[in-house]
């Protein structure tokens, strides 16, 4: 199993909108093969702020959530334009 941890800032006056775009993809990502967890959470003091939390059940899941339409369409062509910074890391087996 692997783990990613993704923080997005975006711009203020975009929260609204990524909150609404991050529970559509949060969405289909659950319904993916591979897919254990998907879960968007938006920081409760700086609303611009967001952090995601996905778990697969391994490398390869995770390439195949990076290949889906929603993927693609919600995150790198919707989503990415209106982010400030955008930072994920992955992590392995829990210990």
């Known amino acids: ?28 990502s659950r319904a993916e093969a591979g897919c254990r967890r998907f879960d968007a959470h938006q920081d409760t003091a700086d609303p611009s702020r967001f952090v995601l939390v996905e778990a697969y059940d391994d490398p390869a899941a995770f390439t195949a959530h990076r290949e889906t339409e929603h993927f693609r369409l919600n995150i790198e062509q919707t989503l990415a334009p209106q982010l400030l910074e955008r930072d994920w890391r992955t ?3 829990p210990l």
Do not use: N
């Open 1 to 28: 199993m692997i783990t990613v941890v993704a923080h997005y800032r975006t711009h203020p006056e975009a929260a609204d909108a990524v909150r609404e775009l991050l529970a559509r993809h949060s969405a289909a």
């Open 91 to 93: 992590y392995g087996d």
